[in-house]
């Protein structure tokens, strides 16, 4: 069988807009915000805020849209009938075919972001912009352009210097500077959160030293857990979705070997932190994502299709009864 072309190293021929993509995606949002129970204000920078959860109830609808335009435009989002043995409720979906640039250089919550008495982590496209974080070095990838879209996890919206940093931070002029906010605990924030699957497996694959370039799509589902009465619970219950009942497919090319290799070390499993819900876990260590074993942040489940060879490869599995557990507290 011939081999499979690799993709191409994102960005390298100027095609990849991820600003402009996300942008593009923005649309719908600021054209009805009513429809999908937002507010969209423009911040006395000239920053253009789109509330998808803060002060207003958010959807099923900007949520998808929040996942989405944090993969640029480049990823597909919905809300899908779950696995009852898993969870009796619906799960959130991704499938990508430009997994690198939709969650490495775009989802992947990089961006630790603080102002006077706000803290955000940033995601979506403006990363890309900015092209700070040792990440893109190693993925070969920053983009210019004169916007940026970003997305705040954060429970309040940014004031005019936080927005003024970030702009200043990206390069561009406030006024082209779109940003989204939603706290954890709120619907469209924990769809965009639990839709990360995909990233999360990426992410623990390219901390491994996997060569991401050999990944060429990828899907992934976990179960979307009720909405959290705050924050912190918000937190738990959304890497718990991922963590225990998280499950990806991922279509890669290269050898056998190296999959099976490196596919046990891939699931949440791998870590000696797994088996409790997440929110345990993070008092245990005080509330420092950065104390808790890194080998934890992936999903439940991995499969690694190689599509030159044929074969297939499944590693983990899910936790039902840490979800429920997690999701009834």
Not at 33 to 53: I, K, M, N, P, Y
Not at 205 to 213: T, V
Not at 229 to 242: L, P, S
Request: hydrophobic share 40%; aromatic share 6%; proline share 6%.
């Amino acid at each position: 069988m011939p081999a499979v072309a690799r993709p191409p190293a994102i960005g390298h021929d100027g095609s990849v807009k991820l600003n402009q993509q996300a942008r593009h995606r923005c649309q719908p949002l600021l054209d009805q915000a009513s429809r999908f129970r937002v507010a969209v204000t423009c911040e006395e920078s000239g920053a253009q805020l789109v509330d998808c959860g803060v002060h207003t109830t958010g959807s099923l609808g900007a949520g998808i849209a929040l996942a989405e335009i944090c993969l640029a435009g480049m990823g597909k989002v919905d809300v899908v009938p779950g696995d009852p043995s898993v969870w009796p409720g619906p799960a959130v979906s991704i499938q990508t075919d430009q997994p690198l640039a939709a969650c490495m250089a775009s989802q992947y919550a990089g961006w630790q972001i603080a102002g006077t008495d706000f803290f955000a982590m940033g995601s979506g496209p403006m990363r890309a912009r900015r092209g700070r974080e040792k990440l893109f070095d190693e993925i070969g990838y920053r983009e210019s352009g004169d916007l940026a879209v970003g997305v705040l996890e954060a429970g309040k919206l940014p004031a005019a210097d936080v927005c003024q940093h970030i702009a200043n931070d990206c390069g561009i002029e406030s006024e082209n500077l779109t940003l989204l906010v939603a706290p954890t605990a709120s619907l469209a924030g924990t769809i965009q959160v639990v839709a990360r699957s995909v990233e999360t497996a990426l992410h623990k694959m390219h901390e491994l030293g996997f060569d991401l370039q050999r990944v060429v799509s990828g899907f992934g589902a976990a179960p979307l857990p009720p909405v959290a009465g705050d924050d912190m619970q918000g937190i738990g219950r959304t890497n718990d979705a991922v963590l225990y009942g998280g499950a990806v497919t991922l279509w890669v090319t290269g050898d056998d070997e190296s999959l099976c290799e490196l596919g046990p070390r891939i699931p949440s499993a791998a870590s000696t932190d797994h088996g409790q819900p997440f929110a345990e876990i993070f008092a245990r260590y005080e509330r420092d994502f950065y104390k808790i074993d890194p080998l934890l942040f992936s999903p439940a489940v991995v499969r690694l299709v190689n599509v030159e060879s044929g074969r297939n490869y499944q590693f983990g599995n899910v936790l039902p009864d840490v979800l429920r557990q997690s999701f009834e507290s």
